[in-house]
Nanobody, 121 residues
Framework: QVQLVESGGGLVQAGGSLRLSCAAT????????MGWYRQGPGKQRERVAA???????NYVDSVKGRFTISRDNANNTVYLQMNSLKPEDTAIYYC???????????????WGQGTQVTVSS
């Protein structure tokens, strides 16, 4: 069984930093793209950042220059370094990964349980 286990959320003042981690565990053949999504109060879930297996990245405009996504392929882990945090970054952050469990399976989306990030003004 595959699970995505997140850590690193919390409460921080505006201008501060947090680093989120997400480790994929279980029976895994390979991982394609990995990413972070967030859902703020009263808002729809949006993709914040994504990274391909080759290291290509993209970001939503509102976090460009402040957030950095990276991954450790050897440990099936993705990170989100968040700097210069703003109150509008307050949300539940979800990890996502497109995982192939065995060489006979098709890629499938997996989600973490979510971690709360709260930025106070």
């Amino acid at each position: 069984q595959v699970q995505l286990v997140e850590s690193g959320g919390g409460l921080v003042q505006a201008g501060g930093s947090l680093r989120l981690s997400c480790a994929a565990t279980g029976s895994i053949f390979s991982i394609n793209a990995m990413g972070w999504y967030r859902q703020g109060p009263g808002k729809q879930r949006e993709r914040v950042a994504a990274i391909t297996s080759g290291g290509g990245t993209n970001y939503v405009d509102s976090v460009k220059g402040r957030f950095t996504i990276s991954r450790d392929n050897a440990n099936n882990t993705v990170y989100l370094q968040m700097n210069s945090l703003k109150p509008e970054d307050t949300a539940i952050y979800y990890c996502n990964a497109v995982i192939i469990r065995t060489m006979y399976n098709l890629p499938r989306d997996y989600w973490g349980q979510g971690t709360q990030v709260t930025v106070s003004s």
